[in-house]
């Protein structure tokens, strides 16, 4: 299983909004934002200072993604 960041991203398209400037409005650092681009796990105090910038809700931002082979094994 697995979180994807992806509906951020896109949401970060449709808001005409530059990575530059969520990282400089919700405070979070560059190394954030490339853990974010790159999939890995980022705490939950990350993902609400970026609700709370874009006033959202963090299922807007995050998706779950289950492990296809654990859905083999059922």
């Given at each position: 299983?697995?979180?994807s960041?992806?509906?951020?991203?896109?949401?970060?398209?449709?808001?005409?909004?530059?990575?530059?400037?969520?990282?400089?409005?919700s405070?979070i650092?560059?190394?954030t934002?490339?853990?974010?681009?790159?999939?890995?796990y980022?705490?939950l105090?990350?993902i609400?200072?970026?609700c709370?910038v874009?006033n959202v809700?963090?299922?807007?931002l995050i998706?779950?993604?289950?492990?296809?082979?654990l859905?083999?094994?059922?």
């Amino acid at each position: 299983m697995a979180i994807s960041y992806k509906p951020m991203l896109k949401l970060l398209i449709d808001l005409d909004m530059k990575k530059s400037e969520i990282v400089e409005k919700s405070n979070i650092s560059w190394s954030t934002m490339a853990k974010i681009n790159k999939g890995e796990y980022v705490s939950l105090e990350v993902i609400d200072r970026i609700c709370g910038v874009l006033n959202v809700q963090p299922g807007q931002l995050i998706e779950f993604i289950p492990n296809v082979d654990l859905k083999k094994e059922k």
